[in-house]
């Protein structure tokens, strides 16, 4: 899948999008052990929304990674799906770097960042969005999209981190900027830090008017637009 082949899809060109909200909120993970999966995404320090039993052969547990707005439910006789059997969950980062650390920190059994071979779609590793060719490391242009690194939970469902620091168009409302968690923010402002340090070395000289340069920045980068030289 090539960045023109996503831009060729760019939603906001067709006129055929739906008008009403549906908001993704859900998604049923099987386990074979509620309480070790309840203890894994408590300690990688999700947020807990519900632990409910309703008699013997019935109980959901739900958690929420932090900055989501979908959560995960697993629990007993919820899906039919085998143990396991959920793959390709994607869990978006603005710093893949810090974001793995953190899981490494909590205890978590994670790749390391890798990023596809170019032009190389099949192999031998496991599948993720661009190929099946895992090379070690970020993507050497540090582009949005393009980093990676996975993990597991104790039954073998398999996550992915996935960096994005910068969205296409047509994937966030142009009209609105926003950040899912102070930590996302942070992200944001080092970037915009270090364009702007660029900026001066262009011009040589301090510019006063930093905080509008910032924010005008940030609000490009989010909605993938231009961004200020």
Not at 33 to 46: C, H
Not at 111 to 136: C, I, M, N, Q
Not at 189 to 217: F, I
Request: glycine share 10%; charged share 30%; proline share 6%.
């Amino acid at each position: 899948m090539s960045t023109r082949a996503v831009r060729a899809n760019d939603p906001t060109s067709d006129a055929g999008v739906g008008r009403v909200d549906m908001k993704f909120e859900v998604v049923v993970i099987p386990v074979s052990d509620v309480d070790r999966a309840k203890e894994f995404y408590g300690r990688l320090g999700w947020r807990l929304d519900a632990d409910y039993e309703g008699g013997k052969d019935f109980r959901v547990v739900q958690y929420t990674p932090p900055g989501s707005g979908c959560s995960i439910i697993f629990g007993k006789n919820v899906t039919p799906a085998a143990p396991g059997s959920a793959q390709g969950l994607y869990l978006i980062v603005s710093d893949i770097q810090a974001d793995r650390k953190e899981l490494l920190d909590r205890g978590a059994e994670i790749s390391e960042v890798f990023h596809a071979a170019a032009g190389e779609y099949a192999g031998t590793d496991e599948p993720y969005l661009f190929g099946r060719k895992r090379v070690s490391g970020a993507d050497a242009e540090h582009r949005s999209y393009r980093s990676f690194a996975s993990f597991r939970d104790p039954d073998g469902n398999g996550w992915l981190l996935q960096e994005i620091t910068a969205r296409l168009p047509g994937r966030i409302d142009p009209a609105t900027t926003a950040f899912a968690s102070a930590k996302d923010l942070a992200s944001a402002l080092r970037r915009a830090a270090a364009a702007h340090g660029k900026h001066e070395a262009q011009t040589g000289q301090a510019d006063p008017d930093w905080p509008d340069w910032y924010a005008e920045y940030m609000v490009r980068e989010q909605a993938g637009k231009e961004l200020p030289k």
